[in-house]
Each structure stands twice: as structure tokens, then as C-alpha cells.
């Protein structure tokens, strides 16, 4: 957990302090210490962090546009609700970009792409072994950002990058199923072999089934929410 205290010092700028407030509420949201729909007000957040009202309200902007907050009228500020249809929309969007990223990782860099990936892979699977889920979906961050590191598109880029903080709350909740993260590996290491034979073809259509199989879990965990709430 990230302490906010030793913060308040001269010279620590606005922005740093601002980012560190982001990544501490984050941080609170994805271990389920703030829940979904719970209320934040920023009195008790202050308290809680020991942090200004300033910094606080840009903080919230932010993690505002990032999808972990939402601003009800009249109401204030509250955690956002994890919802069904938001977490299929989600999938079928990432599924479309990263396999295009993956594509293009490929025809870039092809065998030695696969060598790095094999590499985050094996230690994905250590992980896994041991029943390490942090840092299995550590490891397992870093095996998809070496792919959209690789596609050679900025925008591309920067989309994806984007949108993955956009679904962290997403993701963490998929890769807690049990059984996840063991078909998790298996799928990685399928994607890997398809790279190593250079066919940049089948290596999209992996990445894209891989990420729409989730779609199926989306639909047993997450609520569909309507109303205000949504």
C-alpha cells in the first residue's frame, strides 16, 4: 500500500502528488478496499490520505476518466459498479486491437519477439506453479505489453495502454476465477508457437479468440446493472 504522508514536504510537485493520489485510489479499488458503489467524500478521503483538497479533486478527475469513478449528479463522487455489458463491450474491443497489435508485432519482429515472450512466459508459469496470482498476472501484464510494445504503431499504442488501465478492475476480477490462470498459460504458449513459426496471420487470430473466451466468464461473474447506478 502506498502512504501519502511523507508527501506533504516542500518541494514535491503538484503533478507527482496528484499521480501518486491516482495510483494509491486505484490501488484501493482493485484489492476491493473501496467497492463498487461505495461513496467517496472528500473529507474522509483527505483524512484518509492526508492529502489537500486540491490534489484530491484532480486526483478524482482523473481516475474519473479512467473509469474506476464516477460522478453522480447531486450526489457526489462514488466507485464505479463493475457492470456486464460493459465488461463483453470491453473484451470485444481489446480482443480487436490487441490482435491487430499482434499482427503487427509479428511481421516486426517475429522470432526474436517470440524469445522475449518465452521468457516472461516461463516465468508466468513459475507463478503459476507456486499459486502466485500477483505475480502471475504481473508477469502476465508484462507478456501483453511486450506485444503492443512491438507492434510498431504509436497510436495503436497509446490506445491500448490507455484502455488496459481502463479494464484493470476488469481483468483482476477474471484472472481470480479458479482454473484461470492455468488455461491462461496454456493459451500463452499456443500464441508463442505461432510467432516462433512466424505466421503473423495465425498469431492475430489466437489473440483474438484467446481474449473473446473471456466473454463467457464476463457473463457468470459480473452483474448487468441498470438505472442511475449503471
Known amino acids: 500500500m502506498i502512504y501519502l504522508k511523507t508527501l506533504q514536504k ?13 495510483e494509491n485510489v486505484e ?13 467517496l467524500t472528500e473529507f474522509a478521503m483527505c483524512e484518509m490520505l492526508e492529502v489537500s483538497r486540491s490534489p484530491l479533486r484532480e486526483a478524482f478527475r ?13 450526489r457526489g463522487m462514488f466507485v464505479s459498479t463493475l457492470t456486464r455489458k460493459e465488461a463483453i463491450d470491453i473484451y470485444t474491443i481489446r480482443a480487436s486491437l490487441e490482435s491487430l497489435a499482434t499482427f503487427l508485432a509479428v511481421q516486426a519482429r517475429g522470432r526474436e519477439l517470440a524469445r522475449e515472450l518465452r521468457a516472461v512466459h516461463d516465468e508466468m508459469k513459475s507463478a503459476v506453479a507456486r499459486g502466485d496470482i500477483d505475480a502471475y ?30 479494464t ?55 452483474e448487468d446493472v441498470k438505472g442511475e447506478d449503471q
Do not use: W
Open 10 to 22: 516542500p518541494g514535491i510537485l503538484h503533478k507527482s502528488l496528484v499521480r501518486t493520489i491516482v
Open 27 to 39: 490501488e484501493r479499488i482493485l484489492s476491493g478496499e473501496l467497492k463498487p458503489g461505495e461513496r
Open 62 to 74: 482523473i481516475l474519473e476518466n479512467n473509469g474506476f469513478l464516477v460522478n453522480k449528479a447531486r
Open 137 to 166: 498476472s504481473s508477469r502476465n501484464s508484462a507478456f501483453h505489453e511486450v506485444i503492443v510494445s512491438a507492434c510498431g504503431n504509436d497510436l495503436l499504442i497509446e490506445m491500448l495502454r490507455r484502455f488496459n488501465i481502463q
Open 168 to 222: 484493470a478492475r476488469y481483468r483482476a476480477r477474471i484472472r481470480s476465477v479458479k482454473g484461470r490462470p492455468e488455461e491462461s498459460v496454456r493459451k500463452h504458449e499456443e500464441l508463442i508457437n505461432s510467432i516462433e513459426s512466424g505466421d503473423a496471420a495465425l498469431a492475430e487470430k489466437i489473440s483474438r479468440e484467446s481474449i473473446l473466451s473471456n466473454i463467457s466468464l464476463i457473463i457468470e461473474i459480473f
